[in-house]
């Protein structure tokens, strides 16, 4: 017998295969998409496979890792750089997203918003810095080994900086307590 309270009612979910599902659809269209070698194609997929069934394998990068491949031997395109940062970022944060839903949960949608958002955000600024690298490298011959040198540098400083004020805030939060 059920009292009329005995219900639970949540607000729109998909559940945590459709979020699988989804990664591998990423994988395989991003590989055949921008890799114009069918073995490299077939493996993407394949580790786009591995990744949503066993997410703690980080399989998924290995996918992104044969997109890249793929991306480096055929020409240089802008359209195709700005495909790929997006195809990325994605891989990304579905892999993510796999490792902390667990297996038979539903994930409510509105969860999902903050995660939509820095998706949005990070595109804004990837797709832009695209146009600008590929455009400046297209342009500009002989400079990219600099250019290279030049964002690692970046990238390298940007960590140490991200690390140094989050073990800040880290030290700060055991002071407080």
Do not use: Y
Not at 12 to 17: E, Q, T
Not at 41 to 65: D, K, M, R, S
Not at 117 to 130: G, H, N, S, W, Y
């Amino acid at each position: 017998m059920r009292a009329p309270n005995d219900t639970l009612q949540t607000a729109p979910a998909v559940s945590w295969i459709v979020v699988r599902v989804v990664l591998i659809a990423v994988v395989a269209a991003g590989a055949f998409v921008l890799n114009p070698l069918v073995g490299w194609q077939w493996v993407a997929v394949i580790l786009g496979v591995t990744a949503a069934v066993f997410p703690q394998t980080f399989a998924a990068w290995g996918g992104v890792a044969c997109i890249m491949i793929g991306m480096l031997l055929s020409e240089p395109d802008l359209g195709r750089g700005m495909l790929a940062v997006l195809v990325v970022h994605v891989i990304h944060v579905l892999t993510s997203l796999t490792l902390v839903i667990p297996r038979g949960s539903r994930v409510v949608l509105a969860a999902l918003r903050p995660t939509a958002v820095r998706f949005v955000l990070v595109q804004a600024i990837a797709q832009p810095l695209t146009i600008a690298v590929m455009l400046g490298v297209d342009g500009a011959e002989g400079t990219a080994p600099w250019a290279v040198v030049a964002g690692g540098g970046a990238v390298v400083a940007l960590a140490v900086l991200l690390l140094v004020k989050a073990n800040r805030r880290q030290a700060d939060g055991r002071r407080r307590v």
